[in-house]
């Protein structure tokens, strides 16, 4: 069982940013990859950005250059850096960890709330 606990949501304005954590704890495999994903109202869950366990990454377009994906190995966590927020980033986070970023699966958090707004 694994279980995670995200962190660091929130309200901001437009342009500014915020910084979520997610950290893993339980029966976690050697090897995995973690990702962020969200939802917002009426869509479906998308992808935001997800890295490996060595460090690949790879992002939804509409974040590229704005988000930054990281991890510490260490600490089983996975941030996500979120810059020059924008409107349409208003959704519910959700932390995942599979055995890759592709794969199907895997364990989620219970999400956390970001609002963009003015």
């Known amino acids: 069982q694994v279980q995670l606990v995200e962190s660091g949501g929130g309200l901001e304005q437009p342009g500014g940013s915020l910084r979520l954590s997610c950290a893993a704890s339980?029966?976690?495999?050697?090897?995995?990859?973690m990702g962020w994903y969200r939802q917002a109202p009426g869509n479906q869950r998308e992808l935001v950005a997800c890295?490996?366990?060595?460090?690949?990454?790879n992002y939804a377009d509409s974040v590229k250059g704005r988000f930054t994906i990281s991890r510490d190995h260490g600490k089983n966590t996975v941030h996500l850096q979120m810059n020059d927020l924008k409107p349409e980033d208003t959704a519910v986070y959700y932390c995942?960890?599979?055995?890759?970023?592709?794969?199907?699966?895997?364990?989620w958090g219970q999400g956390t709330q970001v609002t963009v707004s003015s």
């Open positions: 995942r960890l599979a055995a890759t970023c592709g794969a199907r699966g895997g364990s």
């Open positions: 339980g029966s976690i495999a050697s090897i995995y990859a």
């Open positions: 890295i490996s366990i060595g460090g690949s990454t």
